[in-house]
């Protein structure tokens, strides 16, 4: 018999607590063709992430194994007050093709949003949504939701300050600024990633002069005058 790339496992709605299913795909399915600098990964097949949002057919709440474990007694209250009743009932368990993908993290945004979930999941949310238009070529919406990812993230190194660990977020902000044209910006935060000797991460440093070469070569092509800095090669 021939191994399905998808398969099921059960989970608990963090709101209403009852038990569903919901797909993903296999591991060994998962071989990305390309990706972009930003980390948005192109399959030849199915898409994990077209499964990472989990949405209860009972009460609609939709979240994904980044949230936290429980939700609180406020929280829940919020969402019914808010949303309950409000979200027409779907079961997403089975295939996903990409507009079931973007339901379930236009869910997800909602619920993360509603029940004041962590910056930083709001901020990968708001990152796949850019992702998911940039698959169907939507170039107006991919960069209005780079845009609100950028503004997201910004708030999480501010709120939460930045330590050895943080290499990816600060790269994260370098290269979406570098996407949306603020290219000042962006030479800031690469440079941050690659003189700071506090940052360890061996990969986002190298990501991070892989960029400055291209972020030189956009500065050019848009006939901007490149900073002194960034005419100079990492080291």
Not at 65 to 82: A, G, I, Y
Not at 211 to 220: A, G, H, I, T
Request: glycine share 4%.
């Amino acid at each position: 018999m021939e191994l399905q790339p998808l398969y099921t496992i059960q989970v608990h709605c963090l709101q209403c607590e009852e038990p569903f299913m919901t797909s993903r795909v296999r591991p060994s399915f998962k071989r990305a063709v390309r990706t972009d600098a930003d980390f948005c990964r192109y399959y030849a097949k199915d898409n994990p992430d077209f499964y990472v949002v989990r949405v209860c057919p009972f009460c609609g709440f939709a979240f994904t194994e980044n949230f936290e474990e429980r939700l609180n007694d406020n929280q829940r209250s919020t969402f019914r007050n808010q949303l309950g009743g409000r979200l027409a009932l779907r079961d997403f368990g089975g295939e996903r093709l990409w507009q079931n993908a973007l339901e379930t993290y236009q869910l997800g945004l909602l619920c993360a949003q509603t029940i004041g979930e962590k910056e930083r999941i709001i901020a990968s949310m708001l990152h796949h949504i850019a992702w998911l238009y940039r698959y169907k070529d939507q170039s107006e919406q991919e960069q209005r939701f780079l845009t609100y990812s950028l503004d997201a993230y910004i708030l999480v190194y501010e709120k939460e300050g930045v330590g050895a660990n943080d290499a990816k977020l600060m790269y994260f902000i370098g290269e979406l600024s570098r996407r949306l044209g603020k290219y000042n910006d962006a030479v800031r935060w690469f440079s941050r990633v690659i003189n700071d000797t506090k940052i360890m991460d061996a990969a986002m440093i190298r990501q991070s002069r892989e960029q400055w070469s291209v972020l030189r070569e956009d500065m050019q092509a848009a006939k901007l005058a490149v900073p002194d800095e960034l005419k100079i090669e990492p080291k």
